[in-house]
């Protein structure tokens, strides 16, 4: 983990590293309430960035609109050179996507459902084996490959659902709240696997999370998000050496900037899909 | 600096796509193989757990051994020269693909509440394709009701006509009707977006469309509202198919393909309703 962080200040340092992910006033309104609000954000090739903030600051709703979900209300986005609105097909073809709900089909085998997004995301036929192959391989699932994925256990399905979104080999990788309802060591995991693919692929990984340690361990930088706007973008040393207090935490940094915790929080709707992906996955 | 289009490369992974959608051709192509990979889906999950498919053939049984048995007795209802039974056999087959059809987006409700729907949509699968795939889906387990109503009602003594070309003809008319109603069940599945409203208007809306079609009797022994309702529900144009088609001494009222497109329409527009519809499911 020391490794990583070395290369960490590598990679801010380096300006002439391509953007792959760019931002610009990004806004999304629901009726009166802004979710979003004029969002500017740059990410480079190879990074692993952060979206961080408590529960309903607005990163599902970043994550929905770069992932072509939701379209924005203002402002642009490109990822990979192409835009969100005008080429989300193209946008489509770039990215990979592991929702923060269940997104593994419990009724197919975990082979089968790398299949189905292989052909999806038309993979040729020739290499399909191989790379579903690698991928259960990479992910550590060769055995469990051939069981329904309703007998997996809730790490077992997170790495299952990476594996999907990585079979066609993106350029940006969407984590949406990777290691909500995991225990420890399933987290950690996961952690591992995320720090791998950037190593040996180079891929790019944009993940919200509002669990600070993983923010930490993981990430090259982190934005701090609160009632729908960045309110501090910086790599996480530099986030805890700005606090005036002794050895801060990023835990301290983010109640620093987003006050009181406690105060804020997802509507019931939020609230009930999170307790129910924690129970499945648990 | 930021990268214009597809110009240069990213990382080890972006290599430029073997794939384009620019022209119209490979777009068809890519559409009927996205839409033949959502039907996968469907048909291997049958293949794991069968049992559904089994559960199915009680309700079609019953109707044909109970309701059939008692009206070709008591002869209530004028069907020509044909036996109740006969004339029964094709609307049991249809009200069977409509009960299996207008429940079937009751997965996409469960599919949204987890996040298998998202996965879908941020993929490149075009949306026509999504939802395509679900009404054949739809077909597909509606072509085991086929074989059921068949079994059975050859057990009872019903003339089926066996011609392959006849038993083609059964096989796509009951594909697009499933195609219809579960397209249909997906565009309130898209509207309503809570299982008890779902499957509340589901409830609702079977037993107009089965009583007032010519599925158990003729048209003609509607009061003048009806008729004018039964003539806008495609499931009469399905059983009016089925009823020349599976029968040796059956008659259809209007052709084949009147029956085929006004079915083939049917399932157009609302598969335009729904690609609209589909992705507003995630919001």
């Known amino acids: ?282 | 600096m930021t990268l214009q289009g597809s110009d240069a490369p990213l990382n080890d992974w972006v290599k430029p796509s073997p794939f384009q959608a620019d022209r119209p051709l490979s777009a068809l192509r890519q559409l009927i193989r996205k839409t033949l990979v959502i039907a996968e889906i469907e048909v291997r999950k049958l293949r794991h757990d069968p049992s559904d498919l089994l559960l199915r053939a009680v309700q079609p049984a019953l109707w044909l051994l109970i309701f059939g048995q008692v009206f070709t007795r008591i002869r209530a209802i004028p069907t020509g020269n044909l036996r109740y039974l006969d004339f029964l056999a094709p609307g049991i087959l249809a009200q069977s693909v409509l009960f299996v059809a207008i429940f079937s987006a009751m997965t996409i409700i469960w599919e949204r509440d987890l996040g298998i729907i998202h996965k879908f949509l941020a993929s490149p699968t075009p949306r026509v394709s999504l939802v395509l795939g679900k009404a054949l889906s739809a077909g597909i387990r509606s072509l085991v009701q086929v074989a059921i109503v068949y079994l059975i009602t050859s057990l009872l003594g019903v003339s089926l006509n066996l011609n392959p070309v006849a038993l083609l003809g059964v096989l796509l008319i009951v594909l697009l009707g499933a195609a219809c109603f579960s397209l249909f069940s997906l565009m309130v599945a898209c509207l309503v977006k809570t299982r008890e409203r779902f499957m509340g208007i589901g409830q609702l809306m079977t037993m107009p469309l089965f009583f007032a079609s010519n599925a158990i009797y003729p048209i003609a022994l509607m009061p003048a509202w009806l008729q004018i309702l039964s003539h806008l529900n495609p499931l009469t144009y399905q059983v009016d198919a089925l009823r020349g088609l599976m029968l040796v001494n059956g008659t259809s009222t209007y052709s084949f393909g009147l029956d085929a497109l006004v079915l083939i329409c049917a399932a157009t527009v609302l598969t335009l309703i729904c690609a609209r519809l589909y992705p507003r499911v995630v919001l």
């Not at chain 1, 090739?45 to 929905?64: D, M, Q, R, W, Y």
């Not at chain 1, 592991?98 to 082979?111: H, N, R």
């Not at chain 1, 790398?114 to 036929?125: E, G, S, V």
């Not at chain 1, 005036?244 to 935490?249: D, E, L, M, S």
């Open chain 1, 1 to 282: 983990m020391n490794e990583t962080k070395s290369d960490v200040s590598l990679i801010t340092a380096r300006d002439d590293r391509p953007i792959i992910l760019e931002t610009q006033g990004l806004t999304r309104k629901f009726h009166q309430f802004t979710a979003v609000d004029r969002l500017d954000l740059t990410v480079s090739s190879g990074e692993i960035f952060g979206l961080l903030g408590p529960n309903g600051a607005g990163k599902s709703t970043v994550i929905k609109m770069l992932t072509t979900l939701l379209p924005p209300t203002a402002g642009r986005a490109k990822i990979a050179g192409f835009d969100i609105r005008g080429q989300a097909a193209q946008v489509r073809r770039q990215i990979g996507y592991v929702p923060q709900s269940l997104s593994a089909d419990g009724t197919l085998t975990g082979y089968e459902n790398l299949l189905i997004f292989a052909k999806l995301y038309d993979i040729p036929h020739r290499v399909q084996r191989v790379r579903i192959r690698e991928a259960l391989e990479f992910m550590g699932l060769q055995e469990a490959a051939d069981r329904l994925v309703r007998t997996y256990s809730g790490g077992m399905i997170r790495r299952l659902e990476i594996a999907q979104a990585i079979l066609h080999q993106p350029a940006v990788l969407f984590l949406d709240e990777p290691t909500v309802g995991l225990d420890p060591l399933a987290r950690s995991v996961v952690w591992e696997l995320v720090q791998q693919l950037r190593t040996n692929y180079g891929t790019t990984v944009f993940l919200t999370t509002h669990f600070m340690e993983e923010a930490d361990s993981l990430c090259h930088r982190v934005a701090i998000m609160h009632q729908g706007s960045v309110i501090v973008m910086d790599t996480p040393d530099r986030l805890k050496a700005s606090l005036a207090q002794a050895n801060p935490t990023l835990d301290d940094v983010f109640i620093h900037y987003t006050g009181n915790p406690l105060e804020s929080g997802g509507t019931y709707r939020d609230t009930s899909r999170l307790r129910r992906t924690t129970q499945r996955l648990g």
